[in-house]
């Protein structure tokens, strides 16, 4: 599973941590790349737009996890 579980059961996949403090539990998660999604600049699509970020001059990098 790759989601935090939220209100009314529906996955959470970003998470604000801003003023909070998480001394254990932590991790490093190791990608190349990762998504997001935003709502399409046409509202007739019924898809969000999907965009790709990655490092330009590394293959990897980490992403902090709790």
Request: net charge positive.
């Amino acid at each position: 599973r790759w989601s935090w579980p939220g209100p009314n059961k529906r996955p959470v996949y970003n998470f604000r941590s801003e003023g909070r403090e998480f001394s254990s539990n932590r991790c490093l998660i190791v990608a190349d790349g990762f998504y997001e999604f935003t709502d399409p600049i046409d509202p007739k699509k019924k898809r969000k737009d999907k965009w790709l970020f990655t490092k330009k001059d590394e293959p990897i990098f980490c992403i902090a996890g709790i």
